[in-house]
């Protein structure tokens, strides 16, 4: 039964997600445009806030940082933000120096991606955003892969595997657009996704639904989540057990086929924010440390939710 419901996947999405321009809202999408800079103008503000929120203790002997927290933070998103090398960062900064107040090296901008101090404001401002924005319960997941080298990309390996990719997982609203939670792996998605998991326990938020590729369709994952959460995948073709925890899932496809697919196909928006990610932002990761690599690909994950718009087709 699971696999008939498969063959009509493809027939249902052009409905579900028609491609016709004519029917995009361009006037919501300039209107919804305006938060995104409001949430740049305020974006100093929201660091300061997420900075208040947490002290930490003096060093002992060595030398004082001569950038303060907030500045260290807000030095780093403008490098992220740039999406180039430490060094063009730092000649970018020599002419935005009365910007920031200060210029620094090329080594100086590297060692903000371990910088814990920052590392902690960071996850303030990013669950401060979510606060500010809601979270609705109804999510998706997927993951993708980042190349740690010009030479790997896209068109020589399409599925993002093997060495030289780090693996990253991401959660995301599908009512607001938001990425709500993060996991990262050097080794496979399915690290990435049991660390995005557990982050999501952590931050206490409720799941009240799920949409997943079927890569992550094993009773293992599935039992990960209560009878509480809905959840929307569809079977690997060599399923050989149904089990309690696929039998509710058919259960839901037999009852409203139409929303189960609607609601599997939200997986798009994982892959649609993928996409516009990497041509913002890059899809290439320089950092040689794991600590740094994680806070490269966490802050991704951050400056997605300050420009992300999400606007529903007519």
């Given at each position: 039964?699971?696999?008939?419901?498969?063959?009509?996947?493809?027939?249902?999405?052009?409905?579900?997600?028609?491609?016709?321009?004519?029917?995009?809202?361009?006037?919501?999408?300039?209107?919804?445009?305006?938060?995104?800079?409001?949430?740049?103008?305020?974006?100093?503000?929201?660091?300061?806030?997420?900075?208040?929120?947490?002290?930490?203790?003096?060093?002992?002997?060595?030398?004082?940082?001569?950038?303060?927290?907030?500045?260290?933070?807000?030095?780093?998103?403008?490098?992220?933000?740039?999406?180039?090398?430490?060094?063009?960062?730092?000649?970018?900064?020599?002419?935005?120096?009365?910007?920031?107040?200060?210029?620094?090296?090329?080594?100086?901008?590297?060692?903000?991606?371990?910088?814990?101090?920052?590392?902690?404001?960071?996850?303030?401002?990013?669950?401060?955003?979510?606060?500010?924005?809601?979270?609705?319960?109804?999510?998706?997941?997927?993951?993708?892969?980042?190349?740690?080298?010009?030479?790997?990309?896209?068109?020589?390996?399409?599925?993002?595997?093997?060495?030289?990719?780090?693996?990253?997982?991401?959660?995301?609203?599908?009512?607001?657009?938001?990425?709500?939670?993060?996991?990262?792996?050097?080794?496979?998605?399915?690290?990435?996704?049991?660390?995005?998991?557990?982050?999501?326990?952590?931050?206490?938020?409720?799941?009240?639904?799920?949409?997943?590729?079927?890569?992550?369709?094993?009773?293992?994952?599935?039992?990960?989540?209560?009878?509480?959460?809905?959840?929307?995948?569809?079977?690997?073709?060599?399923?050989?057990?149904?089990?309690?925890?696929?039998?509710?899932?058919?259960?839901?496809?037999?009852?409203?086929?139409?929303?189960?697919?609607?609601?599997?196909?939200?997986?798009?928006?994982?892959?649609?924010?993928?996409s516009a990610d990497k041509r913002r932002f890059g899809g290439l990761i320089r950092q040689k440390r794991e600590d740094r690599r994680e806070m490269a690909l966490f802050s991704i994950t951050l400056l997605h939710n300050i420009?992300?718009?999400?606007?529903?087709?007519?």
């Amino acid at each position: 039964m699971a696999q008939d419901m498969i063959g009509v996947l493809e027939e249902i999405k052009e409905e579900i997600f028609p491609e016709d321009e004519q029917s995009y809202p361009y006037a919501e999408w300039e209107k919804k445009r305006e938060k995104v800079k409001q949430r740049l103008r305020d974006l100093p503000e929201y660091v300061e806030r997420a900075a208040d929120t947490v002290s930490f203790e003096k060093r002992g002997a060595g030398r004082p940082k001569k950038v303060d927290l907030v500045r260290r933070t807000m030095l780093f998103l403008f490098a992220r933000l740039m999406n180039k090398s430490n060094r063009d960062v730092e000649d970018l900064l020599g002419m935005f120096e009365p910007l920031f107040g200060v210029t620094v090296s090329y080594k100086s901008i590297e060692r903000l991606y371990s910088d814990e101090e920052v590392k902690t404001v960071l996850h303030n401002l990013f669950i401060l955003l979510l606060q500010e924005e809601g979270v609705s319960g109804d999510f998706s997941g997927d993951g993708t892969g980042y190349s740690m080298t010009v030479t790997k990309h896209y068109r020589t390996n399409p599925k993002k595997k093997g060495k030289g990719y780090l693996y990253v997982f991401r959660v995301i609203d599908v009512d607001t657009g938001l990425y709500v939670a993060f996991g990262y792996s050097n080794r496979s998605e399915m690290e990435a996704f049991h660390k995005a998991m557990k982050m999501l326990t952590e931050l206490g938020v409720k799941i009240d639904t799920l949409s997943l590729d079927k890569y992550f369709s094993s009773r293992k994952v599935l039992k990960l989540f209560g009878k509480e959460t809905a959840l929307y995948l569809i079977p690997k073709k060599n399923i050989a057990n149904i089990g309690l925890e696929w039998a509710r899932i058919i259960k839901r496809m037999i009852e409203d086929p139409y929303l189960f697919l609607k609601n599997y196909y939200l997986r798009n928006l994982s892959e649609s924010g993928f996409s516009a990610d990497k041509r913002r932002f890059g899809g290439l990761i320089r950092q040689k440390r794991e600590d740094r690599r994680e806070m490269a690909l966490f802050s991704i994950t951050l400056l997605h939710n300050i420009f992300t718009v999400r606007v529903r087709p007519g």
